[in-house]
């Protein structure tokens, strides 16, 4: 199995600064990784997909970047409704897994 | 607008079989690019994919469940059923099902969640 590793695990915030959370892949999995958040007592959330392809209606400010091994998404100025967890997923190969997620929280 | 909903028992016992039913509606499990997948979350860990079915009924398994689960799809209903067998206590966790688009070509397939359903909490008692 391909183990997906973010990181940070957590990270504080303030409102307006640049965020950026990491994820690794444990071989190559080309462009193959998707970006979720998830709210407290909500379902997950698409971002990104293909590493870098916005999903319709997510605001620009979100970004993902990456591929290969390691990948990158960036909040570029956080806003108050972005304090969440975000997963990344690997859609390479079976079983299409997910990282531990990296939850961002207010300063 | 796409929407899905999970529904089944909120509490099953030990080695009993577990039976999810995903109802969807704003698109139909028969055109192509489509499928519904499976992914279930224990109370306060990450996330963990179980299945995925396609329009063309082709089936992906998480290879360390693939002997308890079962997916399965009624396009007239717009349903999607999940089994899973032999349930245990670790088995504890909110399900959710989620409308999936895939690329196949050029392989291997790229495959994206979006949206999901709300979830249901499944509790499995000793």
């Known amino acids: 199995d391909i183990q997906m590793t973010q990181s940070p695990s957590s990270l504080s915030a303030s409102i307006g600064d640049r965020v950026t959370v990491t994820c690794r892949a444990s071989q190559s999995i080309g462009p193959y990784l998707n970006w979720y958040q998830q709210k407290p007592g909500k379902a997950p959330k698409l971002l990104i997909y293909?590493?870098?392809s916005l999903q319709s209606g997510v605001p620009p400010r979100f970004s993902g970047s990456g591929s290969g091994t390691d990948f990158t998404l960036t909040i570029s100025t956080l806003q108050p409704e972005d304090f969440a967890t975000y997963y990344c997923?690997?859609?390479?190969?079976?079983?299409?897994?997910f990282g531990g997620g990296t939850k961002v929280e207010i300063k | 607008q796409i929407t899905l909903k999970e529904s089944g028992p909120t509490l099953v016992k030990a080695t009993q079989t577990l039976t999810l039913t995903c109802t969807f509606s704003g698109f139909s499990l028969s055109t192509s690019g489509v499928g519904v997948g499976w992914i279930r979350q224990p109370p306060g860990k990450a996330l963990e994919w179980l299945a995925l079915i396609y329009w063309d009924d082709d089936k992906r398994y998480s290879p360390s469940l693939k002997t308890r689960l079962t997916i399965t799809k009624d396009t007239s209903k717009n349903q999607v059923v999940l089994t899973m067998t032999n349930m245990d206590p670790v088995d504890t966790a909110t399900y959710f099902c989620a409308h999936s688009r895939v690329l196949r070509y050029p392989p291997p397939e790229m495959v994206w969640f979006d949206p999901w359903g709300q979830g249901t909490l499944v509790t499995v008692s000793s």
């Open positions: 293909g590493a870098s």
């Open positions: 997923q690997q859609t390479y190969s079976s079983p299409l897994g």
